[in-house]
């Protein structure tokens, strides 16, 4: 993996701990994004008007092959938050509809939620998964208890952003069909680090990011929606897609009315067919089999010196290249994310989830067992320096 590191333009005096907030672009895929925004400013009426569809389609039909979905039910979204409110905003929801959903998921999803609670008074029922995690039979039922008659939409993340958990969205799916109850997946941190099959999983509207996992440059994100709902939704930003005078050539309404919202340069999107070639090309799975171990020992090594137990519980191992460790509460957890970059140049987050603190590193290919090392190394002393100042 040393190799890869030189691929990527991160300042090597810093220990890159975070992709999962915000990943890095290798070096050929960005360059390849690049060229598109060149070919922008040779010609844009070239490449924003004339050529445009064309070349929506040819990145429209790479990622619908990597996700194994039809790319007629898919659509380029700048990133999973626009996903997420562009369902939220079409389902005709009334006062007293339930939304049902966890205590794992992103901050902007649950304010997507509590706004539409005071907008039109969704009632949002967020059901609690502890820490240890239960078994995953245990997962679903704490989950399917929140379903009542007035459940409008089930909302889980595929792989949690706060807990870097792995909920159980594939038998959801299933119970959620079985029940004609309505269910949007967010899989942010999924493309990249599962084998996504969209057309298998059968959520009715999943939205991802292509800029995390998969490494595509920043803005570059999708939706998916089962073709039965294709009618139903509608545009975020209502521009030339929508109604009777669409002046493009789109393949489908749901391409007419989410994809083009004003002047923006879709160069993410066009090169995101880069970054699944790219992963291809260098091997990911391997990279990830190796990210993934290294991941479950500095979580180990964690979890040693904390002397908490791990938060996978019954669930051990279901981590990928993003995994978490609790901190304990009085071990100043609050100041430990900035006194790790500004001491060590260590960029990992801390998050503060319900009352407890966790540690969230990330593996990606780029990283080395000595940034791991490391890491374990500064926490043993910060470790010492608070106990020590009691
Ligand atoms: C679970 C989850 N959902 C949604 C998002 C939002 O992603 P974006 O900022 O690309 O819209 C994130 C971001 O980290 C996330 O972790």
Redesign the pocket.
């Known amino acids: 993996m040393n190799k890869l590191k030189s691929l990527f333009f991160l300042d090597p005096e810093v220990i890159f701990l975070n992709h999962?907030?915000f990943g890095a672009t290798p070096r050929p895929v960005l360059e390849n994004y690049q060229d598109w925004q060149r070919r922008l400013e040779k010609q844009p009426v070239l490449y924003l008007v004339r050529e445009n569809q064309e070349h929506f389609r040819a990145a429209r039909k790479e990622l619908a092959s990597y996700l194994n979905t039809d790319p007629d039910n898919l659509v380029y979204v700048p990133?999973?938050?626009?996903g997420?409110n562009v369902i939220a905003r079409s389902l005709d929801f009334q006062p007293g509809d339930e939304l049902l959903t966890t205590n794992h998921?992103?901050g902007?999803?649950d304010n997507i939620w509590a706004f539409l609670s005071q907008k039109k008074g969704l009632k949002v029922i967020q059901r609690q998964i502890p820490l240890p995690l239960p078994s995953k039979e245990e997962m679903i039922e704490i989950i399917w208890e929140g379903v009542s008659e007035r459940t409008r939409l089930i909302f889980l993340?595929q792989?949690?952003?706060p807990t870097a958990i792995r909920l159980p969205v594939e038998e959801i799916c299933q119970r959620a069909r079985e029940a004609g109850i309505l269910i949007l997946v967010?899989g942010?941190?999924a493309p990249g680090q599962l084998d996504l099959d969209l057309d298998d999983l059968g959520a009715d509207f999943y939205t991802g990011?292509c800029?995390?996992w998969l490494m595509a440059p920043k803005g570059s994100?999708f939706l998916h929606i089962q073709p039965e709902h294709l009618d139903l939704v509608d545009p975020l930003v209502v521009s030339w897609g929508w109604g009777e005078n669409c002046p493009y050539d789109n393949d489908s309404r749901l391409q007419a009315i989410l994809e083009w919202w004003g002047t923006t340069d879709p160069a993410a999107y066009f090169s995101t067919p880069a970054a699944i070639a790219f992963q291809q090309e260098y091997d990911w799975d391997q990279v990830r089999t190796v990210c993934r171990k290294m991941l479950g020992g500095v979580l180990r090594k964690i979890e040693e010196l904390t002397g908490l137990p791990s938060i996978y519980g019954e669930n051990e191992g279901s981590f990928i290249q993003i995994g978490a460790a609790e901190w304990p509460a009085d071990w100043k957890p609050e100041s430990l994310q900035s006194w790790l970059y500004d001491t060590h140049k260590i960029e990992i987050p801390v998050i503060h989830w319900g009352d407890r603190w966790l540690i969230r590193p990330s593996v990606q290919g780029y990283n080395r067992q000595l940034d791991l090392d490391l890491l374990v190394k500064v926490l043993g002393e910060y470790k010492k320096n608070v106990r020590s100042k009691r």
């Open positions: 999962g907030s990133n999973a938050t626009f997420v998921e992103y902007a999803c993340s792989i949690t952003s967010d942010a941190h990011n800029h995390k994100g």
